[in-house]
């Protein structure tokens, strides 16, 4: 049984991992820490978890768990990873992986180097939808050309993490870091960054994003992608990918959670179709490849050069937009 602890009794916790392991074998949450134990502990009577332990630290440590899944704030994930490969523990780590790339590097060298794994929470690639959007740009749509890809939020409030800098907040690093992962995952390349415009408030927190890409392609013209983000309150909510190519297109509804409804449009030449993929959750595919990774050594397709590659294409992005990579002072 893979004993996984908790560490910050964050919102996104029970929904990305307690109900989960509810449903998938050979894993078992075993405990939680917060920074306030009462905190914890509200948090375990409410999920039945069976253990509190007193801080951050006392979790990486215990004997109750072989496992950490890191849930804070963004710039807290590299120390907290570090801490818990230092003890020993695989590692789940939310999503953006690190504040910048340099940190990213380090913590997936950190997991070679502990012979444990470190796996990031991007959890839509783990559903059947990632392969089935691929299957069809690889076998429908001909050359691929352009691509657009959007995800956009508006019910936040201000007070939420997402809108704080010093904790790795902003609409590319909450939100763009999809958009742009579905794009390199159609493109299977890494991107150059024609352009970039974000609208700030207050200064260097970017409320919204827009970037252009390029990828090269061997011996033929490039393919060109725009990602949007925005999470400018009261703005709509949203994930839709389009790519276009030489025979046909692919519209897209819902790459991020197909769980909460879905839908594939392919048209190529005048025949037009609308699939869909199931709803079972991208959280539960993530915590079977996970549970697989740890105990089959199955390398995780998020974790390791995919993960340096989204958080170098961030900092890339944040740059091109005149603004700095979290974490970053130069
Ligand atoms: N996979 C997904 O679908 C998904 C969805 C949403 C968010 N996320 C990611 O999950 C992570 C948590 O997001 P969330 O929306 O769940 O956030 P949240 O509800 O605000 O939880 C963040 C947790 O971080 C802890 N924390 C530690 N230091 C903190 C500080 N200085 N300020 C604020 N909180 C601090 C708090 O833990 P204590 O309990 O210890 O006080 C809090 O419970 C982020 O990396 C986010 O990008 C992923």
Not at 11 to 24: M, N, T, W
Not at 51 to 67: E, H, K, M
Not at 85 to 114: D, Q, T
Not at 145 to 168: C, K, V
């Amino acid at each position: 049984m893979l004993r996984i602890g908790i560490l910050s009794a964050a919102s996104i916790a029970p929904g990305a991992l307690v109900d989960p392991a509810r449903l998938v074998d050979g894993v078992e949450v075993t405990a939680v820490a917060a920074r306030d134990r009462r905190r914890a502990e509200e948090f375990a009577y409410r999920h039945d978890i069976a253990n509190v332990l007193d801080s951050y630290s006392a979790l990486c440590s215990s004997d109750l768990v072989d496992a950490v899944y890191i849930c804070t704030p963004a710039t807290l994930h590299h120390h907290w990873t570090l801490a818990a490969l230092a003890a020993g523990k695989h590692v789940l780590c939310e999503k953006p992986l690190a504040a910048n790339a340099i940190e990213a590097a380090e913590m997936v060298a950190a997991g070679v180097a502990a012979n444990r794994v470190m796996m990031e929470a991007f959890h839509w690639k783990y559903h059947p939808m990632a392969g089935r959007i691929r299957a069809i740009c690889a076998n429908e749509l001909g050359s691929i050309e352009h691509m657009e890809a959007s995800f956009t939020i508006g019910h936040l409030t201000n007070r939420a993490i997402q809108f704080d800098l010093s904790l790795g907040g902003g609409s590319l690093m909450d939100l763009g870091v999809y958009p742009l992962q579905w794009v390199r995952w159609v493109a299977q390349n890494e991107p150059s960054i024609v352009s970039a415009h974000a609208v700030c408030d207050p200064p260097g927190m970017d409320l919204q994003m827009d970037a252009d890409l390029r990828f090269d392609r061997d011996g033929g013209a490039g393919v060109t992608a725009h990602v949007h983000s925005s999470m400018q309150p009261g703005g709509p909510m949203g994930a839709t990918l389009d790519v276009r190519g030489s025979s046909g297109s692919l519209h897209v509804v819902n790459p991020l959670a197909p769980q909460m409804g879905n839908s594939l449009t392919v048209v190529v030449g005048d025949v037009s179709r609308t699939e869909e993929v199931d709803r079972s959750t991208t959280y539960e595919h993530q915590l079977r490849a996970f549970v697989a990774a740890v105990v089959s050594g199955q390398a995780p397709l998020t974790g390791g050069a995919d993960a340096i590659a989204t958080m170098t294409a961030v900092d890339a992005i944040y740059r091109t937009a005149g603004l700095l990579p979290r974490g970053s002072t130069v």
